[in-house]
Nanobody, 124 residues
Framework: VQLVESGGGSVQAGGSLRLSCAASGYTYSSYCWGWFRQAPGKEREGVAA???????IYAESVKGRFTISQDNAKNTLYLQMNSLKPEDTAMYYCARNRGGICGWPDPYTDLEVWGQGTLVTVSS
């Protein structure tokens, strides 16, 4: 079971980035996964999550700007981030549950397997 993120980088405020998370080693047909972020000196927060059947949830701070999606055939999770703000600067982590249905509307506590993270830096 492994998650590998990619797509982070540096961008100016108002710009866009797309994060990807490739999963391997999973066999469950039902699952959920999502993105967390942690900025220096701040607590980790759930950004967005999606269930295998397509239900999504977003943090209030990113609604309307970020879109979470998945390609089930490629076993890949995405986070399209538009209209980025300096306060979006953080390490972004992909996480997934071990299988089965996550608790909803708070799936974040079920996400137990983590990627290594990818850094997003937004300059003003």
């Amino acid at each position: 079971v492994q998650l590998v993120e990619s797509g982070g980088g540096s961008v100016q405020a108002g710009g866009s980035l797309r994060l990807s998370c490739a999963a391997s080693g999973y066999t469950y047909s039902s699952y959920c996964w999502g993105w967390f972020r942690q900025a220096p000196g701040k607590e980790r927060e759930g950004v967005a999550a999606i269930a295998s059947e397509g239900s999504t949830i977003y943090a209030e701070s990113v609604k309307g700007r970020f879109t979470i999606s998945q390609d089930n055939a490629k076993n890949t999770l995405y986070l399209q981030m538009n209209s980025l703000k300096p306060e979006d600067t953080a390490m972004y982590y992909c996480a997934r549950n071990r299988g089965g249905i996550c608790g909803w509307p708070d799936p974040y506590t079920d996400l137990e397997v983590w990627g290594q993270g990818t850094l997003v830096t937004v300059s003003s």
